[in-house]
């Protein structure tokens, strides 16, 4: 089942099984299945294709195992949920968990999901009369929500910039036709989002994070303590279905139905979603590899945009999940 928070809206996608059919199974055989409930930060967004993928491509199916899918307004709110135990795995900047330790929130970065923030940039419309990001100073910026990776790239560029703006939590759905509008100035955008502004001309880049930031480990699959502990087969079988799901998109024999996948769940053009693939799917980790230096160079980025009492590196994350790709 994919759920979009904020949205009346819901589908079912597959009880494992993808789809209809997966009802017509035995009972005995549904109860069997092993769920896992899979928080996603925002719709139009590689964590969501890549799930979506594994899950039409009945990745999960073949792990033996059931994946609920929820869609998040942004990575804050796919924490929270963690933690209250409405989901048992979520994609979110592998700096979160540091600070949700402090907080008692005892989560662990389980496997890395990129090294960088391909396709992201700080954008305005294409009329704006700003021309550098230094021009925002006192001006409204958009963001999905406190402590998402808009928010993190949004202080980053203060900090940067040295500039002061106020930072408008709108949600992955509002930063777009907010900003169209006027709502805001300019706004922390991903893609696919960024391609289909600049290919439409309704938008310009102000910022490329992809090439300001120093590299580190942006984004990672993470889970509590207690689901690793209680459920570790569970967490790796999770693993092998989103990594696979990876795979097919990364293999250019895969290309063409890469493509459409990609068009279809993020509801774009052919054209955008080959921008997607090339640009930043191709670019994504096809192990999950965490190395100690790329979390503390994630924790220092954390610190530059005022985060404090985050717990120590060694805290934060383990590395007996490897993810074996699922194949298709």
Same mark, same amino acid.
């Given at each position: 089942?994919?759920?979009?928070?904020?949205?009346?809206?819901?589908?079912?996608?597959?009880?494992?099984?993808?789809?209809?059919?997966?009802?017509?199974?035995?009972?005995?055989?549904?109860?069997?299945?092993?769920?896992?409930?899979?928080?996603?930060?925002?719709?139009?967004?590689?964590?969501?294709?890549?799930?979506?993928?594994?899950?039409?491509?009945?990745?999960?199916?073949?792990?033996?195992?059931?994946?609920?899918?929820?869609?998040?307004?942004?990575?804050?709110?796919?924490?929270?949920?963690?933690?209250?135990?409405?989901?048992?795995?979520?994609?979110?900047?592998?700096?979160?968990?540091?600070?949700?330790?402090?907080?008692?929130?005892?989560?662990?970065?389980?496997?890395?999901?990129?090294?960088?923030?391909?396709?992201?940039?700080?954008?305005?419309?294409?009329?704006?009369?700003?021309?550098?990001?230094?021009?925002?100073?006192?001006?409204?910026?958009?963001?999905?929500?406190?402590?998402?990776?808009?928010?993190?790239?949004?202080?980053?560029?203060?900090?940067?910039?040295?500039?002061?703006?106020? /930072?408008?939590?709108?949600?992955? &759905?509002?930063? %777009? #036709?907010?900003? @169209? !509008? *006027?709502?805001?100035?300019? =706004?922390?955008?991903?893609?696919?989002?960024?391609?289909?502004?600049?290919?439409?001309?309704?938008? /310009?880049?102000?910022?490329?994070? &992809?090439?300001? %930031? #120093?590299?580190? @480990? !942006? *984004?990672?699959?993470?889970? =509590?303590?207690?689901?690793?502990?209680?459920?570790?087969?569970?967490?790796?079988?999770?693993?092998?279905?989103?990594?696979?799901?990876?795979?097919?998109?990364?293999?250019?024999?895969?290309?063409?139905?890469?493509?459409?996948?990609?068009?279809?769940?993020?509801?774009?053009?052919?054209?955008?979603?080959?921008?997607?693939?090339?640009?930043?799917?191709?670019?994504?980790?096809?192990?999950?590899?965490?190395?100690?230096?790329?979390?503390?160079?994630?924790?220092?980025?954390?610190?530059?945009?005022?985060?404090?009492?985050?717990?120590?590196?060694?805290?934060?994350?383990?590395?007996?999940?490897?993810?074996?790709?699922?194949?298709?």
């Amino acid at each position: 089942m994919t759920i979009i928070r904020g949205h009346s809206r819901r589908r079912v996608l597959g009880y494992g099984a993808a789809g209809v059919a997966a009802l017509s199974l035995p009972s005995i055989a549904r109860a069997q299945a092993q769920v896992v409930r899979i928080g996603l930060p925002t719709k139009t967004y590689y964590p969501t294709i890549i799930a979506e993928t594994a899950l039409r491509q009945k990745l999960f199916d073949k792990e033996g195992i059931k994946a609920e899918l929820t869609i998040y307004r942004g990575g804050a709110e796919g924490y929270e949920a963690m933690a209250a135990g409405a989901a048992d795995v979520i994609l979110n900047s592998a700096s979160s968990v540091a600070g949700g330790i402090r907080k008692g929130v005892m989560a662990k970065n389980v496997a890395g999901a990129a090294l960088g923030y391909y396709g992201w940039h700080l954008v305005v419309k294409t009329d704006s009369p700003i021309k550098d990001a230094k021009d925002l100073a006192g001006k409204k910026v958009g963001i999905t929500s406190a402590g998402s990776g808009t928010d993190i790239l949004a202080l980053w560029t203060q900090a940067d910039r040295k500039i002061t703006f106020t /930072r408008v939590p709108l949600g992955g &759905g509002g930063l %777009v #036709p907010n900003l @169209l !509008t *006027g709502n805001i100035d300019a =706004t922390v955008l991903y893609s696919p989002l960024t391609y289909k502004m600049f290919l439409d001309k309704q938008a /310009r880049s102000l910022i490329d994070f &992809g090439t300001a %930031v #120093p590299s580190h @480990l !942006t *984004g990672a699959w993470m889970s =509590t303590d207690k689901f690793i502990k209680d459920k570790p087969q569970v967490v790796q079988k999770t693993l092998n279905a989103l990594y696979g799901g990876v795979a097919f998109l990364q293999n250019p024999k895969n290309r063409a139905e890469a493509v459409r996948l990609i068009a279809e769940i993020d509801e774009i053009p052919p054209n955008i979603a080959e921008a997607e693939l090339d640009s930043n799917i191709v670019k994504l980790s096809k192990d999950g590899e965490m190395q100690k230096d790329w979390l503390v160079r994630a924790l220092d980025m954390g610190k530059l945009i005022g985060m404090t009492d985050l717990a120590p590196v060694e805290d934060i994350y383990v590395t007996n999940f490897k993810p074996v790709p699922t194949a298709v």
